[in-house]
């Protein structure tokens, strides 16, 4: 079976294993795992912060970032399309008590204009506006990548009214890989930033939040409130270590494979694909317009896994394709040749 349903069921490999095995631990929760600090403190240096903290999931580095910067009553600007809004289970309305306010963007780029007319005026009947979060690479947008200098815009926007600045970079390693632009140099603008080690990386679990170290130890209480604080966890952060080490030079290996299944779908002529959106390790694709909107995109995932492809549909008619390590060229075109199949087969 070829998974292509995300960059997050990957397995560790052999030497990953051994590094992980041969972890220094101690109680993390006292702050005395050296492996733990060690990954905390390379990953602030890597991406240009005072601190950062290993946490279980990109979800919960998000709303921990979005409690430190918020009170209850507040307003947070997101993308419509953000993974915030769709895919954490309205943890900002339970953990901070806060509000999304959505807006339009282009492709996950966050026009500046769009941003200074959704801060709400100085009246007490609205909400205060006190976060930002922008999303780099864009999962629903198919990997797209936010240009450095959209990203500035709203910086320049968020300090002029006094916002917090935050970035879910779960992908930002294959944003660095497509472009050349180092962490640092994305994560700088960002008063916080979430990393994923389990996505593109290929960890089997972890996550990375880092900013000041004063946002980072508030970070680190509601960790431990949140039922987060882990023990022995060396033994995880060894494998994140390894793949920042190891595993960041095989993410343009994985673009290459998008880009070649993205080829041969669209080739077909029976799929809708915005090549200038396969920019990283995601395709997403329309179903041709003769396959019933409400069904296609579930018929055509149900179709490819009986010929052995797992994919995901991500609404009506769409698909989404994602690309990892433990794929191969071979495995690529295999997969697209069934997705193809697929797609005829349902449009005859």
């Keep these: 079976m070829i998974d292509l349903r995300s960059d997050t069921v990957t397995v560790p490999t052999e030497p990953m294993r051994d590094a992980m095995a041969r972890a220094r631990v101690g109680d993390d929760v006292y702050g ?15 991406l240009g912060k005072e601190a950062a903290l290993f946490v279980p999931s990109g979800t919960l580095g998000n709303q921990l970032a979005i409690k430190v910067h918020t009170s209850p009553g507040n307003e947070v600007l997101v993308d419509s399309e953000s993974h915030i809004f769709h895919y954490e289970t309205a943890a900002p309305s339970i953990i901070s008590g806060v509000q999304l306010h959505c807006l339009e963007s282009n492709v996950g780029v966050m026009p500046e204009a769009t941003v200074r007319a959704a801060l709400r005026p100085n009246t007490y009947y609205f909400p205060e506006t006190t976060l930002l979060c922008l999303e780099n690479t864009h999962n629903r947008y198919g990997g797209t990548i936010l240009p450095l200098e959209n990203i500035r815009q709203c910086e320049r926007v968020a300090r002029e009214h006094g916002l917090a600045f935050h970035c879910d970079g779960a992908r ?3 944003a660095c890989a497509a472009s050349g632009i180092s962490p640092a140099a994305y ?7 979430s990393v994923c080690l389990s996505k593109g990386l290929g960890a089997p679990v972890g996550s990375l939040l880092v900013g000041s170290r004063k946002h980072i130890e508030k970070a680190l209480k509601w ?7 882990m023990r022995q966890v060396g033994i995880l952060a060894a494998a994140g270590l390894y793949v920042l080490h190891h595993h960041q030079a095989l993410l343009v ?43 296609s995109g579930n018929a055509v995932v149900e179709r490819c896994k009986r010929d052995g492809v797992l994919l995901s549909s991500i609404k009506a008619g ?8 433990q794929v191969s060229a071979a495995q690529t075109d295999e997969a697209a040749q069934i997705v193809v199949n697929a797609l005829r087969a349902l449009t005859t």
């Design 318 to 325: 769409v698909v989404r394709v994602v690309f990892h390590h």
């Design 253 to 295: 290996q994985d673009h290459t494979n998008a880009r070649r299944f993205a080829e041969t779908v669209r080739d077909s002529g029976l799929a809708s694909i915005d090549m200038e959106r396969v920019q990283t390790n995601l395709v997403v694709f329309s179903c041709h317009e003769s396959i019933d909107a409400a069904v």
């Design 187 to 193: 994560s700088v603008p960002f008063d916080t930033l």
């Design 32 to 46: 005395e795992d050296p492996t733990v600090n060690e990954l905390q403190e390379y990953a602030a240096e890597l």
């Design 172 to 174: 930002l390693w294959n």
């Design 223 to 229: 960790r431990k409130i949140l039922g987060a604080g």
